[in-house]
């Protein structure tokens, strides 16, 4: 079990750094979107860009904070129905959803990364300020590649809950 806390702990640390690029991206959109309606209190016109740059920004800090949430907890578990069940049996379909929840996040990561190489290959540029568009799609694809990490993770966690008392109280009390 050392091994498996040592490898928690790396994944977690990685779910936990892209978590500040979350938080950076939050801050920077707060300072952009005040300085546009103060710009545009005072010049009756908005900053060039503004909005373009806060989809762009939004979108990778929206998939940064995935990863934070999970390594917290902070994600909503459907547990009022596998609470009841009685012994270890309420950790298979915790596990079977966690299989679920990382298919579904590894395939979600291939498509951005396939849609970022999709931007660059066709030179996709933004409508007004013309900058490149995959950037936004390969951090957002590096951001969900570090939740699928941590899902993944949990989701052994879950298994391994199974067969090992002590890790089976420490996935409950996350619940």
């Not at 979107?33 to 103060?38: E, L, S, T």
């Not at 578990?77 to 966690?98: D, E, Q, R, S, W």
Request: proline share 2%; glycine share 8%; aromatic share 12%.
């Amino acid at each position: 079990m050392k091994t498996l806390d040592k490898i928690g702990k790396v994944i977690y640390r990685i779910g936990s750094i892209v978590g500040v690029v979350a938080m950076i991206g939050v801050a920077f959109l707060v300072i952009l979107n005040v300085c546009d309606v103060g710009y545009n209190k005072v010049s009756g016109s908005n900053i060039l860009g503004a909005y373009e740059i806060s989809q762009n920004v939004l979108m990778v800090a929206v998939f940064a904070a995935f990863g934070y949430a999970q390594v917290h907890k902070s994600h909503i578990h459907m547990t009022l129905l596998i609470h009841n069940l009685p012994g270890k049996a309420k950790f298979v379909p915790f596990f079977l959803t966690g299989v679920l929840s990382c298919v579904t996040g590894i395939y979600c990561t291939y498509a951005t990364f396939c849609r970022g190489l999709s931007q660059m290959a066709s030179n996709a540029m933004s409508d007004i300020l013309h900058y490149p568009l995959y950037p936004f799609y390969f951090l957002e694809g590096i951001a969900m590649a570090a939740f699928v990490l941590v899902l993944i993770y949990d989701t052994v966690l879950s298994l391994v809950a199974l067969f090992n008392d002590e890790i089976a109280q420490r996935v409950q009390q996350t619940w």
